[in-house]
């Protein structure tokens, strides 16, 4: 007994010894500080934490403080469509913009985005805080059809990845628990700076070998997308949400509940309708059903304290596009610009309403 | 209980430091057995989803009781045919699929090592080879033992109860050592190694299957070609590490278990390597199967010129037998006809070269580095290509064999030689020219300072890899 004890112990001691040094090296050459300016996850990839759920998940610390603050949510588009450089631009001084957009993302994924951000913040930080949410059909596809690969525990998000992946928190039957509690959050991510370095240094490594690098605004803003690749991108996303029309209801629940939440915190919520290429809603066999369910939805909600809308559907010219669903860097200041309008009552609201929850209606339509 | 989970560490490190609080034989056998129950415990979520389980240990023990007490060989016949018919309608053999079967979910898990067990006791104690009886308790930890629940290795009883005897005193401190870096180099093997190539396999497998993603041509034989290689790389790492953590478990416990694996790709044709593979199932099904079966026909055709080709029957039947073990459907029943083919056909050429060349020139030849690479190459290829059958259903396997054709499959296995023939001759120079750095390698083996700051990095290493890889490769062989 005493030997192995011995031995037991003697292993543990080298493995402190040397992760304490690799985390010296690691703070080094990557010190926190630089992590915790405004958030982007179209910038995640330069950073410690690589991936877009991972930089949400360990980077939360910048939503805590309780002042104004624009949080974007949705897909892959809302990180290229909304560039918070532009928006910031547009809206008052005061407020701060964030965009945590993450690409595949469906209606599931991006509730337990809008979860985290809350579960970070004080009541008073969340009756500050207008979360915009850009939705397209594209985000309505069944949990059963994104999160049930092989690659992945059955159901799991990239989201739920992240919170199992360094035990941050533990799977149950009944969901996750954590197992860090929130207080300690920023202090455990920077504890495990080491894996998070080792990961980039791992990814860099890869695409330096594989060539893999960004494509450049100006052949983004140049590009034409053929009948031959808009039949292969709508291929895709009939294989993303299944045998064929209608939608499940499924993520329009889920929709329905992540308006609620946020309104039932005090927060307010921009709904905004993002636009695609023509060829793309006219050929989808989803668009049609997406229209009607989202119609519904808006309809119920438009009444409420809180609650915006904006339609972006007419910018969906096709040469506003570089694929079959996100926007050229040209055609980004647009958005902003039309999304400015619809926040800037929806923050002086929130700035007079203090710590008390909004009692006005503050609907602002663009349609 | 997944052998990569923190629970898993949690419930060893509690069993080794039970076990040894106290010095006395009783105790620790109270202890090994709490741990069987529990382990076996984690299995389930009721009660009695244990029963079929139970039953099948309750039918085993009364088959070796009578096995012992009669010595009669129809006693042993019709026990060993009962719990044969047990073992396969509590597996579920798709060939049942017709007959009704037990109304509840329940756990399979371990049942097939426990058959091979409860026949070895059941055989030997009829052939009065067990000179004790089999005391239940001991017969319930023999069978369910923990670390050899979920896929062996296959030890024998009488080794079994003499590794129980073993000690740990002030003299075993490098066995202590050995136990720790081998139970790391166990995790290294199945997280490090077979999660990257898992990783490989996932990602080829997927362009192979996906409509749309599937190459063409010459680029299909290859893809296939990878994605058979990675998962044979995937299946050693995950089933040899497996053993690596048992065995160094099983000697922090006192228990001996007998070695599973010995650089099967080292060997130079397909009979070699399954005495260098999964060693204690090739033993016991040597022993149980094909030995029982030799004598058969060599009593049915005693003509001596016979003699030599009847092994090639017994070879096709033991290793197809030995296929279908493997599994419940019709796949595993091809891979049982591939195998014993396999295996037939490497006793018929080794044969034939013999009676053509004579068997001093055919012993010159199987030494000559070309052939030898060839002969590697080829076997690890025929392998690669044969365990197709275990990542594939019968509908993917009946759509790879349209898709690849006759050329294709023959490509394949001639492209995946030509690659690994090479690639061990590259090894094998590699370790040649690296033999210059054996000291330093030896100092980080052995206990002291260097020895325990690389066990720490190996540690560290798993770690990290295992968070690249949020999922943890399952322990594949779990599922035969």
Redesign the interface.
Known sequence: ?R??LK??G??????M???IG?LGMTLALAPPSRQLRGLNTAAAQDTIFMTEPKYIYLNRAPLRDESDKVVVVGASNVIVGFVPSELVALIPASASVHNLGLGGANMTEVRQVIDLVQEVQTPAARRREIFVLGIWYGMFGEDRLRWYT????PGDTDID?ER????FERRTAHGPVLVVPRRNLDAAATAIY??LY??KL?RDTVAWVIHQHAPESGDLNTAVVTSEKQTQYL?YWSRIMGAGPPISDEQFVVLERACEAILAEGSRLALVDLPLPQWHKEHSPYYGYYEHRKTGLVNRFIRRPGFAFLDLGELDGDANFYDEVHPKPRVTAAWAERLAPVLSPLLSSSTVAGSTPPAASLESRIR | MNITSIGFLVFVTGVVIAFHLIPSPAYRSAVITIANVGFIGSYVTDLQQLAPLAAFLLLGYAVVGLARTRQSGSTLAIGVVLVLCAYVFIKRFSFLDGLPGLPFPYVVVGLSYILFRILHLAIDARGGHLHEPVRPLAFFNYTCNFLCFVSGPIQRYQDFIKSAETKIDGRDADRVFNAFSRVIRGYINVIVVSGIANYAFLHLNQRIFTPGLVPEGACFVVEYGLCALTYTIYLYANFSGYMDIVIGVGWLLGQDLPENFNRPFVARNFLEFWSRWHITLSDWFKTYLFNPVLKTLAEAFPQRAMVPYLGVSAFFVTFFVMGIWHGTTMVFAIYGLVMGAGASANKLWQLVMADRLGRKRYQALSQHPLYSYACRGLTCAYFAVGVTCLWVNMDQLCWLWGALGPVGWLGAVLSLATACGAAMFLQDLVIGWSERWRPPAVILSRRGACGNLWSAAQILLVLMVSSFFHKAPEFVYRAF
């Open positions: 007994m030997l192995i031995q037991g003697a292993i543990l001691v080298c493995l010894g040397l992760y690799l092989p690659d992945r525990t990845i199992y992946r360094y035990g080491p894996f080792l990961d791992g291929d």
